[in-house]
């Protein structure tokens, strides 16, 4: 418990941590009808007296949409809002993480979207690394991504989180650090929580819209970076014979940055990964803010 931030919003309101709790009849939690985001802040590097929070509003307005799909009217402004004075509420003094969470809050059962309450928390924790930084070995799943016509997969949907979470143990359990879910057209689609970008001959290759993927804000910027470093960069669909032989591999998101891939099932890439360790170097910069002209990616919270 000692990692969470001392204050959440629940209910309408800030209240401490310990006291956000939910009923075990709530509605989300048996039917997984709530959607997520995640961002990620720290301490300003050069002001203690502030925080720096990475693409903020690209964050709320992903959240804002997911809620569509859950027929839940939850403006980006009022998500950004309520986060900047959860951030000033709990003064976080080094890196975190921010979840915040809206859900089906009724107690009836029977899976719907309709006459149903719904609410909107947020809660956030101290966090490190979410994989190592010196890479990770990933496991080809045997669980494939859902596919868009059967689950909104531009929406953080928690529910859709359960094929996530059996591709992830499946990996560990046999001995890899991480999953590389397939999609059903059998193209390689993403990661348990990442999106997946690969290097061929000096082009960045990563699966487009069209491939099932989550709409990764992590990838998002990655691309605008490699375009504005005048890297070659395709989207579009990619083989699992591409990645296996691929010069460099990197997964990216939130939680894990940019994350270079070691091995994949039992082919070595190779170690030397110019593109990746590029790319990593600079969204660290930039969310550091020593970026000038990425500034506008970085929202300055103050905290007094
Ligand atoms: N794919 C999935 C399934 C994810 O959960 C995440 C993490 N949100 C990502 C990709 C990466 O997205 P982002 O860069 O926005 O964190």
New binding site residues.
């Given amino acids: 418990m000692d990692d969470f931030l001392p204050i959440a919003y629940f209910q309408n309101q800030f209240v401490p941590f310990p006291e956000a709790k939910l009923s075990i009849a709530t509605h989300a939690l048996h039917y997984g009808t709530g959607a997520f985001g995640?961002l990620r802040g720290i301490l300003d590097p050069q002001n203690s007296n502030q925080v720096l929070l990475f693409r903020l509003e690209r964050h709320c307005q992903r959240l804002s949409q997911s809620a569509r799909y859950l027929y839940y009217d939850l403006p980006a402004e009022k998500i950004q809002k309520v986060i900047i004075e959860f951030v000033q509420r709990n003064r976080p003094q080094t890196s975190f993480y921010i979840r915040p969470f809206v859900y089906t809050s009724d107690l009836g059962i029977a899976p719907r979207l309709h006459n149903i309450e719904t609410d909107f928390f947020v809660y956030g924790m101290m966090f490190g690394d979410y994989l190592s930084p010196d890479g990770v070995s990933c496991r080809i799943s045997s669980w494939y991504r859902q596919e868009d016509r059967s689950f909104p997969l531009r929406g953080?949907i928690s529910g859709a989180y359960i094929t996530?979470a059996l591709a992830k143990t499946e990996a560990v359990k046999s001995g890899f650090d991480e999953a590389i879910l397939m999609n059903t057209q059998g193209k390689v689609c993403?990661a348990?929580?990442?999106?997946i970008f690969i290097v061929r001959n000096g082009q960045l290759i990563t699966p487009g819209f069209d491939q099932d993927i989550?709409e990764?804000?992590?990838?998002d910027s990655v691309i605008t970076l490699a375009r504005d470093l005048g890297i070659p960069l395709v989207e579009r669909a990619v083989d699992r014979s591409e990645l296996l032989i691929a010069d460099e591999a990197f997964l990216?998101?939130?939680?894990a940055k940019v994350v270079p891939i070691q091995r994949v099932e039992s082919y070595e890439l190779p170690q030397q990964r110019p593109l990746t360790e590029l790319l990593r170097s600079k969204l660290a910069a930039i969310t550091e803010n020593r970026e000038p002209a990425y500034q506008s990616w970085v929202n300055v919270v103050p905290l007094s």
């Fill in positions: 995640g953080k996530s993403e348990s929580g990442m999106n989550l990764g804000i992590t990838r990216c998101g939130t939680a």
